[in-house]
């Protein structure tokens, strides 16, 4: 077997493979903000009908954030020819320093639920300006609130809250900047691996050991588990020795690789040759019988990448015989490609794979009708 594809390639670096880290500082951009709410009640709102537009009534002043605001109801309007019909609300910067900006909401209650709601972000820059909703509410609907509620429904009583933001001047900070590496759990387990350090299980593989670990061998492969300690305490001292006879050592070796790194040995990312594709596809078989799936699904995708004229009659035998659906519609989307199918059918492999499994040419010859059809 073609040892390029499962080589333990030196790292790129003398010393764990990882391209070195570039210093790094950090800072970052801090908003902060001061929250509070203040509620105002207007008792009997409808003797203010008729106070003419411009007319406002005003709730208590409010501090927050060392600023001075207050509400501002107009009931009859801000300016007649503007919104005449509607109530106006505003909130107003009455003290403090200026040029603050804030985020506010300003809600009208009825029978304890909010009623309208409307918000708005606004930079105030003087004292004194007020900034709000000239159209806050129609006075005809607002009347009809205050009718429904009958006889005892609450004394006439209009009750506005507004929930106010003040948005302080971002500041920038600088951070303490602690580099945390990739995880390097990888590198340790090989490095356990080919050190042996505490192994407690030998593997033998055609007459070749291989030191192990029969926690790590256990917690991957569900028939490793079976196998060291399927029989409780007593099988688990017993058994120091694993015989595998169904696999070559080479294909053992980058099979345990990826027990303890779940990953390859580095290769190439396509099988370069005959030999490095009958590997991959012997590594998936191993995979496949020692319960590994995510082992099978990268075994699958890579002679995915890898079929050629002279392999893809096994690799067609292997899909088919572990039920690798997408492996097969590779296999046979390739053979039935342009040009193809005649240079496949003279090979041994498919000789073979025809006398094998015979009901694969009928596999092959829908899969030509599909292509004319379309």
């Not at 991959?280 to 019988?289: I, Y």
Request: charged content about 20%; aromatic content about 8%.
């Amino acid at each position: 077997m073609g040892n390029s594809l499962f080589s333990m390639a030196s790292s790129t670096s003398p010393s764990d493979g990882r391209s070195p880290r570039l210093p790094e500082t950090l800072s970052r951009c801090v908003t902060a903000s001061v929250a509070a709410a203040h509620n105002f009640e207007v008792t009997r709102y409808s003797l203010l009908a008729g106070v003419g537009a411009g007319e406002f009534v005003t709730s208590g002043t409010f501090s927050v954030d060392g600023h001075d605001w207050n509400i501002q109801v107009y009931p009859d309007g801000w300016k007649q020819e503007m919104n005449a019909g509607y109530v106006s609300v505003f909130l107003c910067l009455c003290g403090g320093a200026t040029g603050v900006r804030a985020k506010y909401t300003l809600s009208l209650s009825e029978n304890g639920g909010e009623s309208v709601q409307r918000s708005l972000t606004h930079r105030f820059d003087t004292v004194g300006a007020f900034w709000g909703f000239p159209r806050f509410m129609e006075r005809p609907r607002l009347r009809q609130w205050l009718l429904r509620r009958g006889p005892g429904g609450g004394d006439d009583c209009v009750k506005l809250r507004c929930s106010l933001t003040v948005i302080r001047e971002p500041r920038t900070e600088g951070v303490a900047a602690v580099a945390v590496p990739p995880s390097d759990m990888r590198r340790h387990m090989a490095n356990m691996l080919r050190g042996g350090d505490g192994a407690d299980v030998v593997v033998l593989v055609r007459d070749q050991p291989f030191r192990a670990h029969r926690c790590v061998l256990a917690a991957r492969s569900p028939v490793f588990r079976a196998e060291l300690f399927g029989g409780g305490h007593m099988r688990e001292r017993r058994t120091s020795c694993v015989v595998v006879d169904d696999m070559e050592p080479s294909i053992f070796s980058a099979f345990l690789h990826f027990i303890y790194t779940d990953s390859l040995p580095e290769n190439p990312d396509t099988p370069g040759d005959d030999q490095d594709c009958m590997a991959m596809q012997h590594l998936m078989v191993a995979a496949d019988r020692y319960g590994l799936d995510r082992l099978v699904l990268i075994c699958e995708e890579k002679l995915c990448r890898g079929i050629d004229v002279q392999t893809v009659a096994t690799t067609l035998a292997l899909a088919e015989q572990h039920q690798r659906v997408a492996l097969k519609d590779a296999c046979l989307g390739f053979i039935v490609s342009r040009g193809v199918l005649g240079a496949v059918a003279r090979t041994d492999g498919f000789k073979h794979l025809l006398t094998t499994c015979p009901s694969i040419m009928v596999d092959i010859l829908d899969k030509v009708a599909s292509v004319m059809s379309k």
